[in-house]
């Protein structure tokens, strides 16, 4: 247990002296040579920010299938994606936030992605939304008829 605390009193006094060669940092006041504040320093990135409004067209709106298509999509992304309707903005990879929206059709929401995937992530929930989540298809087939291959009429 002294052996520990030793070979770490040691790396943090070579990590201090290494340290004090550092040059200055433009806009920092003073170097840190704390060494907790520097283990918990992450590398800083610009993540990209891709922004879009989008028009629900679908007739029922972001009800539970195209909200699940929605999130399904999302979730296949890293960036963190967020939609806005109103007053309410939500975790787009959430099911019960884009339900809690009850954005209907007609509706404007505002789609953000932030990160390294952000432009493709808004690009496929853009398309799916302009493929009115899939749903023309059901729409268009005369009443009774299923994919399933099941009728809703009744025998004669």
């Known amino acids: 247990m002294v052996e520990s ?19 200055e940092v433009p806009g920092r006041a003073e170097k840190s040579t704390h060494w ?5 320093r992450e590398k800083e990135t610009i993540m990209p920010i891709v922004e879009r409004n989008l028009v629900i067209t679908n007739k029922v709106g972001l009800h539970a299938r195209p909200a699940r298509l929605l999130v399904q999509t999302a979730a296949l992304f890293q960036s963190q994606i967020l939609l806005q309707y109103g007053a309410q903005t ?9 339900l809690r929206l009850g954005a209907r059709c007609g509706s404007t929401i505002h789609l953000r992605a932030e990160g390294e995937d952000a432009e493709e992530a808004v ?5 799916l939304v302009q493929r009115n989540f899939d749903e023309e298809e059901e729409a268009d087939r005369p009443q009774g008829e299923s994919t399933t291959g099941i009728s809703s009429e009744t025998p004669a």
């Open 5 to 23: 605390s030793t070979s770490s009193r040691e790396e943090k006094q070579r990590f201090s002296e290494r340290a004090a060669t550092w040059p």
């Open 36 to 40: 907790a504040e520097v283990r918990g």
């Open 90 to 98: 939500v975790n787009a990879k959430s099911i019960v936030g884009v």
């Open 123 to 127: 690009r496929s929930i853009e398309e």
